[in-house]
């Protein structure tokens, strides 16, 4: 599948930031952090990743759903893809 590159491209600056702000968490967990802050932070990288996860849904919708063959879509398929984040 080709996804649009220029969009890919914030997808994985997306993730990366994400991996800081993990790896954050990690060394407060460690360190024995306040966990309010570790919260906090886990919050921002739950939300990062959805964030992420609904930018690759929405780039890539017509080529992750569509039917090749009748150019429909797979409204079962789109739903699963998106409650999965809930």
Do not use: H, W, Y
């Amino acid at each position: 599948m080709d996804l649009d590159p220029t969009e890919m491209k914030k997808v994985a600056n997306r993730l990366k930031r994400a991996q800081g702000q993990l790896a954050a968490v990690v060394r407060m967990v460690d360190e024995g952090a306040d966990c309010v802050d570790m919260v906090t932070q886990l919050s921002a990288v739950s939300k990062a990743l959805d964030r992420a996860g609904f930018a690759v849904i929405s780039t890539g919708l017509k080529q992750c759903l569509v039917d090749e063959e009748d150019g429909s879509a797979d409204v079962e398929k789109l739903e699963k893809l998106f409650l999965s984040f809930a």
